[in-house]
Nanobody
Framework: QVQLVESGGGVVQAGGSLRLSCAAS????????MGWFRQAPGKERELVAA????????YYSDSAKGRFTISRSNAENTVYLQMNSLKPEDTAVYYC????????????WGQGTQVTVSS
């Protein structure tokens, strides 16, 4: 099992920056990848960025590419999402999720952290 706790959300003006953190605990040695998802009311949940735990291979959605950066710290057992040049359309609840080895889907989720970008 893996437990995930997000932090770092808040309210920021368009063009500003936020850094989200996701602290992982439990059986993290079984983790294959970590991902950041977001969901706005009435919209589908979408994968924003992901990183593999062992090799740090990264993925970004088209909307995130060039603005967001995902990274990890093994020592802190934490994954980060640096968000720059934020736009109002980035407003959503952001969730950290874990993909475990042998699983085909993200099955462990954090509680979510609200990001609001004002214009």
């Amino acid at each position: 099992q893996v437990q995930l706790v997000e932090s770092g959300g808040g309210v920021v003006q368009a063009g500003g920056s936020l850094r989200l953190s996701c602290a992982a605990s439990g059986r993290t040695f079984t983790t294959s990848a970590m991902g950041w998802f977001r969901q706005a009311p009435g919209k589908e949940r979408e994968l924003v960025a992901a990183i593999t735990w062992s090799t740090s291979t990264t993925y970004y959605s088209d909307s995130a590419k060039g603005r967001f950066t995902i990274s990890r710290s093994n020592a802190e057992n934490t994954v980060y999402l640096q968000m720059n040049s934020l736009k109002p359309e980035d407003t959503a609840v952001y969730y950290c999720a874990a993909l475990l080895r042998g699983d085909s889907a993200y099955n462990y989720w954090g509680q979510g952290t609200q990001v609001t970008v004002s214009s």
